[in-house]
């Protein structure tokens, strides 16, 4: 009983979690000192502020060569989403287990794709003077991951 609550609890935090990354325009934070250029980029919005000028948000879009990465980037995280939320709506317990086992596979393989293919992408014109890093929004997204692969861990060995 205490297990399964706490699992439930594990499962709605990562949801929670995979919602505010997915939302958020922090992913990838892009950077230079001299002059102050600041751009955040999330996989919906690019927000760039240079200097003292205000802050612009156009979508992000990516160039030929990775529109279809960025899209699919988007569409596994949108489903990875809902894929979690059905396992953590459903009673039968080997159903949700295997949601969640489906979940933790696609939000690897958001963190995974953004990682090789978006992140040298959108940092490839940057010199040794500009900084690259991740944000905090692909943070949530592996906090999200390993979240869910504790409860699947954990699932898997009551059986």
């Keep these: 009983m205490w297990s399964t609550i706490f699992s439930q609890l594990l499962v709605a935090t990562a949801l929670i979690l995979l919602v505010v990354a ?3 325009r922090d992913w990838q ?6 002059p ?3 751009t955040n980029i ?3 919005q690019t927000c760039s502020k240079l200097g003292d000028k205000p802050t612009v948000c156009p979508s992000t879009k990516a160039g030929s060569s990775h529109k279809f990465v960025l899209y699919a980037i988007r569409s596994l995280s949108v489903i990875s ?3 979690v939320g059905a396992g953590l709506l459903l ?3 080997p159903i949700s287990l295997t949601l969640i086992g489906v979940a933790v596979l696609l939000t690897g ?5 953004y990682s090789s293919q978006l992140e040298n992408y959108f940092s490839q014109y940057f010199d040794s003077l500009m900084y690259s890093r991740y944000g905090f929004s692909y943070y949530l997204q592996a906090a999200a991951t390993a979240l869910l692969l504790i409860v699947l861990m954990v699932g898997c060995s009551k059986r």
């Design 22 to 24: 997915t939302a958020t």
């Design 42 to 44: 999330g996989l919906w």
């Design 81 to 83: 989403m809902l894929v």
């Design 29 to 34: 934070i892009l950077g230079m000192e001299k």
């Design 109 to 113: 393989l958001v963190l995974f794709l």
């Design 36 to 38: 102050k250029v600041h």
């Design 91 to 93: 009673p039968s317990r």
